[in-house]
């Protein structure tokens, strides 16, 4: 039996008579109730409001008619009430389940309340447990595909795994449908795999708050900000058995904070190319504006996906803005502690990259360590670093950064950030190619010259951020670049 099935008999032997069950996958966890009920030798009742209870009917129409049902029924039975969450605001229902619940234990009953977002009513907080059915992991996928593919024939181990890999973070119900469109009643094969992958990424576009990225740019494509890559690389094997052995705990995650443009970013990208993970963004916003309405289940939903494709990294860009709202507003101020609950106390390895441009809109709560590993400050580029960077863009629009004079240009450049360089060298390109011959070095020198930096515009913002980075964050660059702007 699985984990939560498991939970879930034990709380009914310890005399908890309601439990609330969240879960997207009313099939699966039917299954599992039906399980669970035959462990403990009872019975396994279902009742929607639309077919009432079991096979009688009775009760349809109303949570109050379903107990009065429910109330009439002596043998020892696990009650499912399915689709919960659309009858918990009926008053005189809620109250008939409270008188009912003493009278449950003495017959070795208990009600099972099944939904995708489950706010119990105050009466009920203290008298339910609560459980949330987790998407199935790569043992449950692999037992399912194994199952789909005997018909067929067994598929090679390697491609197997591959399968089961594509289809984490998919309910059970869509792994079988894309598994089966994949092959389309043949074997499994390398084409197959592909398709389950391109499958997966499509179903999970109903998932408001989450999406999937292919970052192309590793760590070596990010210039300067060596001691946050320093930090990363000695954690890129952290993840592993052999990591665990060493007494090492999961890397939980970092926080970038610092000048807009500076390669926040990029690196949160960059890291997921280097250590070979997913690739999963966070959109807060997607989430509080879902069509569902819900942003506490669109916020579940996306971790839930996280964990389950772990090991991966989720990046959260410009967190201050997601939760700006939570001290004023109710739903805002419960989903931010649910994601910060989930932050401190998550157990996969799901590798969180926030960034964040303004300190004085972050949360105290989000920069308590413990929720993030390190807490990193990115500031503009030193000269060396401008010239890094300089190098790499004029690298990917195929010019020999060597025909260059980059300290010269660098010097140029000072108080320019890393995405102002990149469109410095774009603007240069289209100077030269509007005259119909090469780069020169006077083309970027010009365009370097022409461009505004956001330091003008927010010199003021940005002091203020290094004067609370200097004794609260690391530096992301090494100590040297510092002395630009300090010495």
């Given at each position: 039996m699985s984990g939560t099935g498991e939970e879930l008999r034990a709380l009914v032997r310890a005399g908890w008579r309601l439990v609330a069950l969240e879960t997207f996958e009313e099939d699966r966890a039917l299954a599992l109730l039906?399980?669970?009920?035959?462990?403990?030798?009872?019975?396994?009742?279902?009742?929607?409001?639309?077919?009432?209870?079991?096979?009688?009917?009775?009760?349809?129409?109303?949570?109050?008619?379903g107990l009065a049902a429910i109330a009439a029924h002596r043998e020892p039975a696990l009650f499912v009430l399915l689709d919960a969450h659309r009858v918990l605001d009926d008053a005189r229902g809620v109250r008939r389940l409270r008188d009912l619940l003493p009278e449950l234990g003495a017959r070795r009953?208990?009600?099972?309340?099944?939904?995708?977002?489950?706010?119990?009513?105050?009466?009920?907080a203290r008298d339910a447990a609560r459980l949330e059915l987790p998407l199935?992991?790569?043992?449950?996928?692999?037992?399912?595909?194994?199952?789909?593919?005997?018909?067929?024939?067994?598929?090679?181990p390697e491609l197997l795994e591959a399968a089961v890999s594509g289809a984490l973070g998919l309910t059970s119900a869509e792994a079988v449908r894309v598994y089966r469109k994949a092959c389309g009643g043949g074997l499994l094969d390398e084409s197959a795999v592909a398709e389950i992958v391109r499958d997966k990424r499509r179903a999970l576009r109903r998932t408001p708050a989450l999406g999937f990225h292919d970052p192309d740019e590793g760590l070596g494509e990010v210039g300067g900000l060596g001691e946050l890559k320093l930090w990363l690389v000695e954690?890129?094997?952290?993840?592993?058995?052999?990591?665990?052995?060493?007494?090492?705990?999961t890397p939980r995650g970092l926080l970038l904070l610092g000048v807009q443009g500076c390669g926040k970013s990029l690196c949160a990208k960059a890291v997921a190319r280097?250590?070979?993970?997913?690739?999963?963004?966070?959109?807060l916003a997607a989430a509080f504006a879902g069509s569902s309405g819900s942003p506490e289940a669109a916020m579940r939903e996306a971790s839930q996906v996280a964990e389950s494709i772990a090991p991966a990294v989720l990046w959260i860009d410009e967190i201050e803005k997601g939760f700006a709202a939570s001290d004023s507003d109710a739903r805002s101020s419960r989903v931010f502690g649910a994601f910060l609950t989930w932050l401190a106390e998550k157990r996969s390895p799901v590798f969180v990259v926030a960034t964040a441009n303004d300190v004085s809109r972050l949360p105290p709560e989000l920069l308590r360590r413990g929720r993030f590993d390190e807490l990193f400050f990115v500031d503009l580029p030193s000269q060396a670093e401008r010239a890094e960077i300089l190098g790499i863009h004029l690298r990917k629009h195929g010019r020999d950064p060597l025909q260059f004079r980059l300290d010269e240009l660098a010097a140029a450049a000072e108080r320019l950030t890393g995405a102002e360089l990149e469109q410095a060298v774009v603007a240069a390109l289209h100077s030269a190619f509007a005259a119909s011959r090469e780069?020169?070095?006077?083309?970027?020198?010009?365009?370097?010259?022409?461009?505004?930096?956001?330091?003008?515009?927010?010199?003021?913002?940005?002091?203020?951020?290094?004067?609370?980075a200097r004794t609260r964050a690391r530096p992301a660059s090494h100590d040297a670049r510092m002395l630009d702007y300090f010495a």
């Open positions: 039906e399980r669970s009920a035959q462990s403990v030798k009872a019975g396994c009742v279902r009742w929607t409001l639309a077919s009432g209870l079991g096979e009688t009917g009775q009760g349809a129409g109303s949570l109050e008619a009953q208990a009600i099972v309340l099944v939904g995708p977002v489950l706010d119990l009513p105050v009466e009920l199935p992991g790569a043992t449950e996928l692999r037992s399912l595909f194994a199952k789909l593919g005997e018909r067929s024939g067994k598929a090679p954690r890129r094997r952290a993840f592993g058995e052999e990591a665990r052995r060493f007494g090492l705990p280097e250590w070979q993970f997913p690739l999963l963004r966070l959109d780069l020169t070095g006077d083309d970027l020198s010009n365009a370097l010259v022409q461009t505004v930096p956001l330091y003008e515009t927010y010199e003021e913002r940005i002091k203020e951020l290094r004067d609370w």
